[in-house]
């Protein structure tokens, strides 16, 4: 069985701090895909990254990054340098690589980020 | 990039009545597309897989006779909650695969999400 976790409920930093969300994942499947969300209060789903489990490689996009550790299961993401509005709750989710199961997602419980002036 | 509208955004209804949901995916083909709740506070859960031109797929404890989903086209899925009752509210998000590329290394695109309150 597929299992997702986010242990931080909810993480307060000060503007321009980093913060770090960790996602721990569960799975017996060999080929997987992770992804991270971000769902601000208005409740929409923003997309901001799939990773196969194939692709080991750190990424970074703008004030994003991503540290995929296969060894330990985890996924985490970084905000470099936050602002106000990267004020939201972000989830972490897995998918299987099988046709049948393709984008069908098992959610994380979410991190409420809060990031103040 | 790929386009899944839902509708309505937003919706309140009267205990007993029935609710009716939908999800396009408005410039791809979706032959399955994924229905999820979110309750307060919580995160998404997987309530059905519907699948176009057969019966959806429901998860435990979800009542399938309840959670009425039904995907007649390529384009459209709807949930239908019907007699709806005060612990129904919630927000209902969908979700298409988008297959034009091949293999499982494609999107799956989320709606905006309906919140349901029911009084």
């Known amino acids: 069985a597929q299992k997702v976790t986010q242990a931080q409920t909810e993480i307060s930093v000060v503007e321009k701090e980093d913060v770090t969300l960790d996602c721990v994942y569960e799975t017996r499947d060999t080929t997987y895909y992770l992804f991270w969300y971000k769902q601000p209060p208005s409740g929409e789903l923003v997309f901001l990254i799939r990773r196969n489990s194939f692709d080991e490689q750190n990424e970074i996009s703008g004030r994003y990054s991503w540290n995929f550790q296969k060894s330990t299961s985890s996924f985490n993401f970084t905000i470099t340098a936050s602002q106000v509005v990267d004020s939201a709750v972000y989830f972490c989710?897995?998918?299987?690589?099988?046709?049948?199961?393709?984008?069908?997602?098992?959610f994380g419980a979410g991190t409420q980020v809060v990031v103040t002036p | 990039g790929a386009v899944v509208s839902q509708h309505p955004s937003r919706v309140i209804c009267k205990s007993g009545t029935s609710v009716k949901i939908e999800c396009r995916s408005l410039d791809f083909q979706a032959t399955t597309m994924f229905w999820y709740r979110q309750f307060p506070k919580q995160s998404l859960m997987l309530m059905a897989t519907s699948n176009e031109g057969s019966k959806a797929t429901y998860e435990q404890g979800v009542e399938k006779d309840k959670f009425l989903i039904n995907h007649a086209s390529l384009t459209l899925s709807t949930l239908t909650v019907t007699s709806a009752h005060p612990e129904d509210s919630s927000f209902y998000i969908c979700?298409?695969?988008?297959?034009?590329?091949?293999?499982?290394?494609?999107?799956?695109?989320f709606g905006q999400g309906t919140r349901l309150t029911v009084v």
């Open positions: 979700s298409a695969r988008d297959l034009r590329a091949g293999g499982p290394n494609t999107e799956a695109f």
């Open positions: 989710a897995l998918s299987e690589a099988q046709t049948d199961s393709w984008g069908k997602l098992q």
